[in-house]
T-cell receptor
Framework: DAKTTQPPSMDCAEGRAANLPCNHS???????VYWYRQIHSQGPQYIIH???NNETNEMASLIITEDRKSSTLILPHATLRDTAVYYC???????????FGKGTRLSVIA | NAGVTQTPKFRVLKTGQSMTLLCAQD?????MYWYRQDPGMGLRLIHY???????AKGEVPDGYNVSRLKKQNFLLGLESAAPSQTSVYFC????????????????FGQGTRLTVV
C-alpha cells in the first residue's frame, strides 16, 4: 500500500471548517483513500473513503485532487467532540488490512 | 447488535505469564484483525484473519499467536508476556470486498489495556 504524509497536529476554532490534508504521491490506480479518527484512545472510527471522485457523508467531505496524489478531509463545522487523531490510509479497498501512520492530531478550540 | 467486543478491558500480567485476549463480532464479517498501540503511536498490525480457520502475520507478530476457530471470534495469545508487550490492543473486523456491497469500513473494539510488570 502507498505511504501517506500528514501534518502531526492542527488547530481549528469551534464552528469553523477543519481541513486536514494528506499527501499520497505514490498511490496506485486501484487504491482508495480512507479516513479514520481516534477519539481519546477509543477504537478508531471510520469517517469516509473515496477513489477519485469527491465524496460527502453526514460526517465529512473528502476532496481528492485530479492526479490523486493528495486529498483533504473537511469537517464543515468542527465541534469540541471532533478533537481526535485523524488517520489518512491508502489501501486496495476491502481486501487488505488497514496500515496506520501517526495521523494528525486535531484540536478544536472553543 | 454489539459490534466488536473485546475481553478483558484491562489486565496486569507478570513477566512470563500467559494470557488470551478475546475478540467477538456479531456482524458476520470475514476479516478480523489485531492491532497494538503504544503511547503516541499509530496502530500496528499484529496478526489478521481472512476467514474462519485462517491467520496471517502483520507488521509485529513476534511474541503473539492467534486462532480463528469460529468465524465470530479471533483470539490473541501471549505465551510468555514481556514488558515490551505493555500496550493497548485493538481488535477490528470488516467485510470482504465480495460481500461488502460497497461497505468496506472496519469496525473496532474499545481496546484492551495490558500492562506487563
Amino acid at each position: 500500500d502507498a505511504k501517506t504524509t500528514q501534518p502531526p497536529s492542527m488547530d481549528c476554532a469551534e464552528g469553523r471548517a477543519a481541513n486536514l490534508p494528506c499527501n499520497h504521491s505514490t498511490i496506485s490506480g486501484n487504491e482508495y483513500v480512507y479516513w479514520y479518527r481516534q477519539i481519546h484512545s477509543q477504537g478508531p472510527q471510520y469517517i469516509i473513503h473515496g477513489l477519485k471522485n469527491n465524496e460527502t457523508n453526514e460526517m465529512a467531505s473528502l476532496i481528492i485532487t485530479e492526479d490523486r496524489k493528495s486529498s483533504t478531509l473537511i469537517l464543515p463545522h468542527a465541534t469540541l467532540r471532533d478533537t481526535a487523531v485523524y488517520y489518512c490510509i491508502v489501501r486496495v479497498s476491502g481486501n487488505t488490512p488497514l496500515v496506520f501512520g501517526k495521523g494528525t492530531r486535531l484540536s478544536v478550540i472553543a | 447488535n454489539a459490534g466488536v467486543t473485546q475481553t478483558p478491558k484491562f489486565r496486569v500480567l507478570k513477566t512470563g505469564q500467559s494470557m488470551t485476549l478475546l475478540c467477538a463480532q456479531d456482524m458476520n464479517h470475514e476479516y478480523m484483525y489485531w492491532y497494538r498501540q503504544d503511547p503516541g503511536m499509530g496502530l500496528r498490525l499484529i496478526h489478521y484473519s481472512v476467514g474462519e480457520g485462517t491467520t496471517a502475520k502483520g507488521e509485529v507478530p513476534d511474541g503473539y499467536n492467534v486462532s480463528r476457530l469460529k468465524k465470530q471470534n479471533f483470539l490473541l495469545g501471549l505465551e510468555s508476556a514481556a514488558p515490551s508487550q505493555t500496550s493497548v490492543y485493538f481488535c477490528a473486523s470488516s467485510y470482504t470486498l465480495r460481500d461488502s456491497h460497497g461497505n468496506t469500513e472496519a469496525f473496532f473494539g474499545q481496546g484492551t489495556r495490558l500492562t506487563v510488570v
